[in-house]
């Protein structure tokens, strides 16, 4: 019969610190959940949402207290989606894994998994510091990158980011912070500089912010999409982030990207913080999306042995989770 094992929270060190336009973080708490049939064992990992008021240890009661049935499907209708959810959705996929000795993409139907080009994130900085930190990472191989915006400077910064590195892509993360500002003069502004996306620009719950707006980049919902509940309001973007921890797991993040692409839009995969535990489920999702943001880990001080590994700026499988063995 299988059971919860364990449900614990574990604290991982960020490399530095990692700025958005809400604050700074120099650490990340992440929840492990472990769950067992008296044989195997399946491990996830979830990242509390802060912003929606999510923590680490609420994580732990919920999954302590959790009464209802120990299947992926039930769960979606037993448990509220957020990173308690994911780390338990997860950890029933790598303990099916083991006990099938199938890996999870084939458990999934997916096809096997190929090396990613993630992007990197550029921390929310002074445009000098923002400079730096693109060329020191395109120097290590990241052809996308990743700006974190606060809707003041936003133009000054991105160009750093190009003049420090001149030949990547780039997409932005507003996180919020354009809601009082002209969306598509922003936009167009960011787009002669070459950056291909925007995320989030306005404050979630005010979707209606973006009627008729026409940008000249796609604009893609991030905090305003969770699930494929969500799908139905949100036809003034053109595409949608998924997060596992957002969705609930892997088993609504796939669904999710199919619901998403049955209405035409582009898919994003991204994460919060967290280590290659939680990585690695998302990197099944990743699969074929149209821009790819699991850096999680690579900005973490240290990562779990046997994490995914960066060759040549693209993220490749790992063996840390869902292996089958």
Same mark, same amino acid.
């Given at each position: !019969?299988?059971?919860?094992?364990?449900?614990?929270?574990?604290?991982?060190?960020?490399?530095?610190?990692?700025?958005?336009?809400?604050?700074?973080?120099?650490?990340?708490?992440?929840?492990?959940?472990?769950?067992?049939?008296?044989?195997?064992?399946?491990?996830?990992?979830?990242?509390?949402?802060?912003?929606?008021?999510?923590?680490?240890?609420?994580?732990?009661?919920?999954?302590?207290?959790?009464?209802? &049935?120990?299947?992926?499907?039930?769960?979606?209708?037993? %448990?509220?989606?957020?990173?308690?959810?994911?780390?338990?959705?997860?950890?029933?996929?790598?303990?099916?894994?083991? *006990?099938?000795?199938?890996? /999870?993409?084939?458990?999934?139907? +997916?096809?096997?998994?190929?090396?990613? &080009?993630?992007?990197?994130?550029?921390?929310?900085?002074?445009?000098?510091?923002?400079?730096?930190?693109?060329?020191?990472?395109?120097?290590?191989?990241?052809? +996308?990158?990743?700006?974190?915006?606060?809707?003041?400077?936003?133009?000054? *910064?991105?160009?750093?980011?190009?003049?420090?590195?001149? #030949? /990547?892509?780039?997409?932005?993360?507003?996180?919020?912070?354009?809601?009082?500002?002209?969306?598509?003069?922003?936009?167009?502004?960011?787009?002669?500089?070459?950056?291909? %996306?925007?995320?989030?620009?306005?404050?979630?719950?005010?979707?209606? *912010?973006?009627?008729?707006?026409?940008?000249?980049? &796609?604009?893609?919902?991030?905090?305003?999409?969770?699930?494929?509940?969500?799908?139905?309001?949100?036809? #003034?973007?053109?595409?949608?982030?998924?997060? +596992?921890?957002?969705?609930?797991?892997?088993?609504?993040?796939?669904?999710?990207?199919?619901?998403?692409?049955? *209405?035409?839009?582009?898919? !994003?995969?991204?994460? !919060?913080?967290?280590?290659?535990?939680?990585?690695?489920?998302?990197?099944?999702?990743?699969?074929?999306?149209?821009?790819?943001?699991?850096? $999680?880990?690579?900005?973490?001080?240290?990562?779990?042995?046997? $994490?995914?590994?960066?060759?040549?700026?693209?993220?490749? &499988?790992?063996?840390?989770?869902?292996?089958?063995?």
């Amino acid at each position: !019969m299988t059971r919860i094992i364990s449900a614990t929270v574990e604290r991982w060190p960020v490399a530095g610190s990692f700025i958005i336009s809400r604050g700074a973080k120099t650490h990340v708490d992440v929840v492990v959940c472990t769950v067992g049939d008296g044989v195997h064992q399946g491990r996830g990992e979830g990242t509390a949402i802060y912003y929606e008021g999510e923590s680490a240890e609420g994580c732990v009661a919920a999954l302590n207290s959790y009464s209802g &049935p120990l299947d992926r499907e039930a769960l979606l209708t037993h %448990m509220p989606r957020g990173a308690a959810r994911n780390a338990l959705d997860c950890a029933l996929w790598d303990l099916e894994a083991k *006990r099938e000795g199938a890996p /999870v993409w084939q458990l999934a139907g +997916l096809s096997k998994p190929e090396p990613l &080009p993630t992007a990197f994130t550029i921390s929310l900085g002074e445009p000098a510091r923002m400079e730096a930190d693109a060329r020191a990472a395109a120097g290590r191989g990241f052809g +996308l990158l990743k700006c974190k915006l606060t809707g003041e400077g936003d133009r000054d *910064r991105v160009a750093a980011v190009r003049a420090g590195a001149p #030949d /990547v892509r780039l997409i932005v993360d507003a996180n919020e912070s354009w809601h009082d500002r002209d969306i598509a003069a922003e936009a167009a502004g960011l787009a002669a500089l070459g950056v291909e %996306m925007v995320e989030q620009p306005i404050l979630h719950g005010r979707e209606e *912010r973006l009627a008729g707006i026409r940008a000249a980049v &796609p604009l893609c919902a991030d905090e305003s999409c969770h699930t494929r509940a969500d799908l139905d309001r949100l036809g #003034d973007f053109d595409a949608v982030n998924i997060k +596992l921890d957002k969705a609930g797991g892997l088993t609504e993040a796939l669904a999710l990207a199919r619901g998403a692409r049955q *209405r035409g839009f582009r898919i !994003m995969v991204g994460c !919060m913080l967290g280590t290659s535990l939680g990585i690695a489920p998302a990197a099944l999702a990743a699969q074929g999306a149209d821009w790819i943001d699991l850096d $999680g880990a690579l900005l973490l001080a240290e990562d779990r042995p046997g $994490g995914l590994a960066m060759e040549g700026g693209m993220l490749q &499988p790992g063996t840390l989770w869902g292996t089958g063995q």
